[in-house]
């Protein structure tokens, strides 16, 4: 059975930083893509970054290019999001997400964690 699990969200002012985390356990995901997605109020969910697990390619949404940094730690069965410069608007659910292809599309993930929020303030 496939288990992701979020950790790391949090409350954090404006222009500060945050570092989530996506436990995954259950298979292996090579050949496989990791993605975040998220979430606001009353939105539909987003695409944030996906990397595919072997590595050499990653994705991001144009709304947090240069911001946001998606990583894997394979010997951990890890994925990260690094989240820095944060503003308001990047309040959400984020969600980590398994799938078979390093695309924006949620419905190509098959695998979701059951989110950790994130809070930023101005």
């Known amino acids: 059975q496939v288990q992701l699990v979020e950790s790391g969200g949090g409350l954090v002012q404006a222009g500060g930083s945050l570092r989530l985390s996506c436990a995954t356990s259950?298979?292996?995901?090579?050949?496989?893509?990791m993605g975040w997605f998220r979430q606001a109020p009353g939105k539909e969910r987003e695409f944030v970054a996906a990397?595919?697990?072997?590595?050499?390619?990653?994705l991001y949404a144009a709304s947090i290019r240069g911001r946001f940094t998606i990583s894997r730690e394979i010997a951990r069965n890890t994925l990260y999001l690094q989240m820095n410069s944060l503003k308001p608007e990047d309040t959400a659910v984020y969600y980590c997400?398994?799938?078979?292809?390093?695309?924006?599309?949620?419905?190509?993930?098959?695998?979701w964690g059951q989110g950790t929020q994130v809070t930023v303030s101005s």
């Open positions: 259950g298979r292996t995901f090579a050949g496989s893509a």
């Open positions: 997400a398994a799938g078979t292809s390093v695309v924006v599309t949620s419905s190509y993930y098959n695998y």
């Open positions: 990397i595919r697990w072997s590595g050499g390619y990653t």
